[in-house]
């Protein structure tokens, strides 16, 4: 009797549901559903895929990288070139990348470099370009510590440079403007008996490899100059699905994609959202906290203070060593101890 009711129970609970099938199955389909195309499909399985150990990984190391960046050098000696790479990229957006930083994460096999908009300076992109030889993509954008000096540097090493990109703030136009020599090939006049002997480096200099200039607020100057002297250089090429004057315009000269966005797509963003610098925020006037009036000042002016003492050191120093040079040659007792101090050195000579 029991199995009875239990098998009745089964069978009306079966019933139910088919009946639901069947009345879901009737339903319309709204009119927004559509087939899923295998690209939304593609991207909806790169959002689902859980991230790997190595990302979890840099995405720890990276939101504590203050602090090690004092013993980075020692530290980064033993890890991969890619790992190397993501930290720098991770450091870049933490607005921690300097010298020191990329000096110490720099690798001999990387074909691409972004410091843009960083700290590094004309002496750590030399550093770079030195031990970076085989660069094919370098962005030094929005970087205000690096002059016609550092980029000489990068072109003078990297003979594989083909995309570059500039420009982006007021001192890096200027510093881009000065360049326009370096990015322009030229040819040595040199003499021979044929062209087979004669090495590349000893009859051409400049960025002898240069194909893609991205410089987002180039001049009409500057413009007209690539377009007659340097036909061969494409200034901030367009996104195409055709190729650019028989060439395939490369990832690495699209403007709206930084250089190192793959190496950190599979971490975490929230990664670098710890910023290296407090982000600035407008306190209201009626909050406690505010800082008073006459508090700004002063630590404006202890700021200023700060950054004008190496240069208040190094006048004093001109100054004393410019009243010794007056006194040597206004003293008539100093010149006395001059010359007696010439004529005794040349006496030892002597003997």
């Given at each position: 009797m029991e199995k009875g009711k239990a098998l009745s129970a089964i069978t009306d609970s079966v019933n139910k549901l088919d009946l639901n099938l069947r009345s879901n199955s009737n339903r319309k389909q709204p009119a927004t559903t559509s087939i899923p195309t295998f690209q939304s499909s593609r991207v909806a399985r790169e959002k689902n895929k859980a991230p790997s150990l190595v990302s979890l990984c840099l995405g720890v190391v990276g939101k504590h990288l203050e602090d090690i960046v004092a013993d980075l050098a020692e530290i980064a000696?033993?890890?991969?070139?890619?790992?190397?790479?993501?930290?720098?990229?991770?450091?870049?957006?933490?607005?921690?990348?300097?010298?020191?930083?990329?000096?110490?994460?720099?690798?001999?096999?990387?074909?691409?470099?972004?410091?843009?908009?960083?700290?590094?300076?004309?002496?750590?992109?030399?550093?770079?370009?030195?031990?970076?030889?085989?660069?094919r993509a370098v962005d030094v954008s929005r970087c205000d510590k690096i002059t016609t000096a550092g980029v000489s540097e990068l072109v003078q090493h990297c003979h594989s440079l083909e995309t570059l990109r500039c420009g982006g703030c007021p001192r890096s136009d200027y510093t881009a403007r000065r360049c326009l020599g370096l990015f322009k090939p030229k040819l040595y006049d040199v003499e021979g008996d044929s062209w087979e002997e004669l090495d590349t480096a000893e009859i051409a200099n400049g960025a002898v490899s240069l194909r893609w200039l991205v410089w987002p607020k180039i001049d009409k100057d500057s413009l007209e100059?690539?377009?007659?002297?340097?036909?061969?250089?494409?200034?901030?090429?367009?996104?195409?699905?055709?190729?650019?004057?028989?060439?395939?315009?490369?990832?690495?000269?699209?403007?709206?994609?930084?250089?190192?966005?793959?190496?950190?797509?599979?971490?975490?963003?929230?990664?670098?959202?710890?910023?290296?610098?407090?982000?600035?925020?407008?306190?209201?006037?009626?909050?406690?906290?505010?800082?008073?009036?006459?508090?700004?000042?002063?630590?404006?002016?202890?700021?200023?203070?700060?950054?004008?003492?190496?240069k208040r050191a190094k006048n004093a120093r001109q100054h004393q060593r410019r009243a010794e040079r007056e006194w040597m040659m206004m003293s008539t007792r100093a010149k006395a101890l001059a010359l007696a101090s010439q004529a005794g050195k040349s006496l030892h000579s002597k003997n």
């Open positions: 000696v033993t890890f991969p070139s890619d790992i190397k790479m993501a930290m720098a990229a991770i450091a870049r957006r933490r607005k921690l990348l300097n010298d020191e930083v990329i000096v110490s994460l720099a690798d001999n096999s990387w074909e691409i470099l972004d410091i843009s908009g960083s700290d590094v300076s004309d002496f750590g992109l030399a550093k770079v370009a030195e031990m970076c030889k085989f660069l100059i690539f377009s007659t002297e340097c036909p061969r250089v494409i200034v901030n090429p367009r996104p195409s699905p055709f190729s650019f004057r028989g060439n395939q315009v490369p990832r690495e000269a699209l403007p709206n994609i930084a250089l190192d966005d793959h190496v950190v797509k599979d971490i975490d963003s929230r990664t670098w959202a710890v910023c290296g610098s407090v982000a600035r925020t407008t306190p209201s006037l009626s909050s406690p906290t505010e800082l008073s009036m006459a508090e700004k000042f002063r630590l404006a002016f202890v700021e200023r203070d700060t950054r004008l003492a190496p």
